[in-house]
C-alpha cells in the first residue's frame, strides 16, 4: 500500500518510550494527542487521531539528546509511512 504525502504538526503527552521493534537506529515513541494542526501543502492524515493515542518512530539519538520520558510534553511534525508506521521529522521533536 503506498500512503500519500502527508505531514502533521501535533503535540501531546508521552506515555511511553521504548526501543523500535524493527529499526534499531530508533526509539518508539507512545503519545497520547493533544492537538493536530495541518502542514500546507499535505494531506493531515492525523486529524482523527486527536485524544488519541498513537506510536511515533523517532530516532534514538534524538530521543536521548531529549531525554524524553513518560509524562513529558511533546511537540513534533509526523507523517504517516504506512499503515502501522509512524515516523516524526527529528528536527522538529521537541519538549514543550
Known amino acids: ?3 500519500i504525502e502527508n505531514r502533521s504538526d501535533v ?3 508521552v506515555t511511553g518510550v521504548s526501543p523500535h ?3 534499531p537506529d530508533h526509539s518508539l515513541l507512545t503519545v497520547q494527542l493533544d492537538d493536530v494542526a495541518p502542514v500546507e501543502g499535505f494531506a493531515n492524515l492525523f486529524d482523527a487521531a486527536r485524544g488519541k493515542t498513537i506510536d ?3 530516532s534514538r539519538e ?3 539528546q531529549l531525554g524524553l520520558r513518560p509524562g513529558d510534553s511533546v511537540v513534533a511534525r509526523i507523517r504517516r509511512a504506512g499503515p502501522t508506521s509512524v515516523f516524526a521529522d527529528d528536527s522538529s521533536v521537541a519538549r514543550r
Do not use: D, E, I, Y
Open 56 to 58: 511515533v518512530a523517532v
Open 1 to 3: 500500500m503506498q500512503v
Open 11 to 13: 503535540t501531546g503527552r
Open 21 to 23: 521493534p524493527t529499526l
Open 62 to 64: 534524538r530521543a536521548k
